[in-house]
């Protein structure tokens, strides 16, 4: 059993910054990818950060310059670091993994619960 906490989300006014972290713990064998997604209310849920087992990553256009996406391996962690932030960022951030449990189990998806991000004006 995996299980994915995030933490980090908060109240901040446009421009300041957020770091955002999602810890997966529970039998881990192999993460492959680690990603950010968000939601705004009456939208739909949209892919923002990526990062492989290899290093790259990519972005969202509309966080490309602002946003970084990184990981601590040793801790399953994966952070996502906000910086500019604007108000149209508001949304619940859910970070999500594909993982294996061991080497000849299947690749699965895992999301972690959601943390809200409010920026205001």
């Known amino acids: 059993q995996v299980q994915l906490v995030e933490s980090g989300g908060g109240l901040v006014q446009a421009g300041g910054s957020l770091r955002l972290s999602c810890a997966a713990s529970g039998s881990i064998f192999s993460i492959a990818v680690q990603a950010w997604y968000r939601q705004a209310p009456g939208k739909q849920r949209e892919l923002v950060a990526a990062s492989t087992l290899g290093g790259s990553t990519d972005y969202t256009d509309s966080v490309k310059g602002r946003f970084t996406i990184s990981r601590d391996n040793t801790k399953n962690t994966v952070y996502l670091q906000m910086n500019s932030l604007k108000p149209e960022d508001t949304a619940v951030y859910y970070c999500?993994?594909?993982?294996?449990?061991?080497?000849?189990?299947?690749?699965?998806?895992?999301w972690g619960q959601g943390t809200q991000v409010t920026v205001s004006s």
């Open positions: 999500n993994i594909n993982l294996k449990q061991s080497f000849s189990g299947p690749m699965r998806s895992y």
